[in-house]
């Protein structure tokens, strides 16, 4: 599954696309990925800023953010 997930961000960070992201400890953010690396991602979350996630931290798959915008 981490290599479908790392595919799946270097996809969002090269299409700029607003993305959900689900943690299993519960968290969650929204955002632009900004960085993708083969264990982790950088994401600029629109409330808490750049965020550090391991894709071994992932709930399920990273989506598409189509919330509502600020």
Do not use: C, T, W
């Not at 994401?43 to 800023?49: C, S, V």
């Amino acid at each position: 599954m981490k290599e479908m997930d790392y595919e799946r961000a270097k996809i969002f960070l090269e299409r700029k696309a607003n993305v959900h992201i689900s943690k299993k400890n519960g968290s969650f953010y929204n955002g632009v990925i900004v960085e993708v690396s083969s264990d982790f991602f950088f994401i600029e979350d629109r409330e808490d800023g750049k965020q550090l996630v391991f894709f071994a931290e992932l709930k399920k798959p990273i989506e598409e953010f189509r919330g509502a915008e600020k």
